[in-house]
């Protein structure tokens, strides 16, 4: 079964400049998260997707941070424009998901540098 | 909101040594606990979970954790680690609503450092 596929695996952009992360989930998988893991910390839950609608997006900085879900399967997370700590590992995240007990499967993550 | 903290930031131990790590978590209904690991270079994977049943629950390569409802805790243990445990250890809890997707909230991590 393949796993969840996320690129880049690395970028580095200056501050003010925008920059976009894309997830594809394992297929069926209808859950799709967004994760944000500051060095030295644990992973912090962004946003949420069910199908296409956001179920939780309480977390996300809206006024900078963007993300979709277009036909209910790949994801795109954008940052724009990027301050020095949204420095970070993005991780895209997808579960089966059957009644709120299931199994988080995780991309290997994209690592921001904004310098 | 629930919220997880883990005890331990950096442990070091050298091989055959028994492993213990610390989880506390706080909310006040049903949860679902997990514990998750992430060796270097690799991506976040599942060690184990516990939904309900037994509350010692046994994982891959040799880990286990007990879910005490009493004191809100879900510590990790190994007999015996070895070098290749050598990694950083979440643990992350979903609190539990029926028929809503399921939202992990985690900790900051335990690195554990294995020496020869």
């Known amino acids: 079964e393949a796993g969840v596929a996320q690129s880049p695996r690395y970028k580095i952009i200056e501050k003010r400049q925008s920059v976009a992360f894309w997830c594809n989930p394992i297929s069926g998988h209808a859950t799709l998260y967004w994760y944000q893991q500051i060095l030295g910390q644990g992973p912090k839950l962004l946003i949420q997707?069910?199908?296409?609608?956001?179920?939780?997006d309480s977390q996300l900085p809206k006024d900078r941070f963007s993300a979709e879900r277009l036909k209910g399967v790949d994801s795109t997370l954008k940052i724009q424009p990027a301050k020095l700590e949204d420095s970070a590992v993005y991780l895209c995240?997808?579960?089966?998901?059957?009644?709120?007990?299931?199994?988080?499967?995780f991309g290997e993550g994209s690592r921001l540098t904004v310098l | 909101a629930q919220s997880v903290s883990q005890h331990n930031h950096h442990v070091i131990l050298s091989e055959a040594a028994s492993l213990e790590l610390g989880c506390n978590y706080s909310?006040?209904?049903?949860?679902?606990l997990f514990w998750y690991v992430q060796y270097p270079g690799q991506h976040l994977q599942l060690l184990l979970k516990y939904f309900s049943g037994d509350p010692l629950v046994k994982g891959i390569k040799g880990f286990e954790a007990e879910f005490i409802k009493s004191k809100f805790s879900f510590n990790l243990r190994k007999p015996s680690v070895q070098w290749s445990d050598t990694a950083e250890y979440f643990c992350?809890?979903?609190?539990?609503?029926?028929?809503?997707?399921?939202?992990?909230?985690f900790g900051t991590g335990t690195r554990l450092q294995v020496t020869l």
């Open positions: 909310y006040g209904g049903t949860v679902n």
């Open positions: 992350a809890v979903n609190a539990c609503s029926t028929g809503t997707a399921s939202k992990l909230t």
């Open positions: 997707f069910q199908n296409n609608g956001v179920v939780d």
């Open positions: 995240a997808s579960s089966l998901d059957r009644g709120g007990d299931g199994e988080l499967f």
